[in-house]
């Protein structure tokens, strides 16, 4: 089973709009972080948001913010007042905590290609 | 401005030779590196976990003796495709992260490699 799950097609929306990027994932281990990545054409990942399992409050980042759902397992990246800049792919991604103290991995989700219109 | 720097950004090689790939964390000390594989409009795909001063965890159907990685400093990790054949061409990235809980990964620009 996939445990992070972006079904949404290509997305656009209109400059200085509001959008939001679905995200929803499967995990057993009470102790995790969700983190959402923009990936413009040069390639780059650019770390966005972070939110952690226990976090009370919805993340926020300037123009994202993280509509965190933990009962539906599901972590939306909010972009508010689109800019032609943030065309670009997003994927969203899971670590979730390992106790023994090892590093974690990051496992992405199969991303979202956001196109803002002007 | 960028913490974790990749070399190159892009090369072209023939078909059986090698290709080292750098990844450096610049400001921070990284204990662990990770390696990842994306095709063209696909997600990234963990390659191995690179750990410094041991060996590097490889995910499953991934060759060790084909992507050979070495983190032999605190800051440095290689990756090198041995004998690349053209199925090798792919996005490459690495990644570190900060020991601070919830420090996000941060990637190098990637290597776009072209095997001919």
């Known amino acids: 089973a996939q445990k992070i799950t972006q079904t949404q097609p290509g997305m656009f929306v209109q400059e200085k709009e509001a959008v939001t990027l679905d995200c929803t994932y499967d995990t057993s281990d009470p102790s995790y972080g969700l983190f959402w990545y923009k990936q413009p054409s040069s390639g780059e990942m650019i770390f966005l948001i972070y939110q952690g399992s226990y976090d009370q409050q919805n993340a926020t980042e300037g123009r994202y913010s993280l509509n965190f759902q933990k009962a539906r397992k599901s972590a939306n990246l909010v972009i508010s007042a689109s800019q032609l800049g943030d065309s670009a792919m997003y994927f969203c991604a899971m670590r979730e905590i390992v106790r023994t103290g090892a590093n974690s991995k990051l496992t992405f989700g199969k991303g979202i290609t956001l196109s803002v219109r002007p | 401005g960028a913490v974790v720097s990749q070399h190159p950004s892009w090369v072209i090689c023939k078909s059986g030779t090698s290709v080292k790939i750098e990844c450096r964390s610049l400001d921070f000390q990284a204990t662990t590196m990770f390696w990842y594989r994306q095709f063209p409009k696909q997600s990234l795909m963990l390659m191995a976990t690179?750990?410094?001063?041991?060996?590097?965890?490889?995910e499953q159907g991934v060759e060790k003796d084909k992507f050979l990685i070495n983190h032999a400093s605190l800051t440095l990790s290689t990756l090198t495709v041995t004998s690349a054949h053209p199925e090798d061409s792919s996005f490459y990235i690495c990644s570190a992260r900060g020991s601070r809980e919830g420090s996000p990964l941060h990637f190098g620009n990637g290597t776009r490699l072209t095997v001919t």
């Open positions: 690179s750990n410094e001063g041991s060996k590097a965890t490889y």
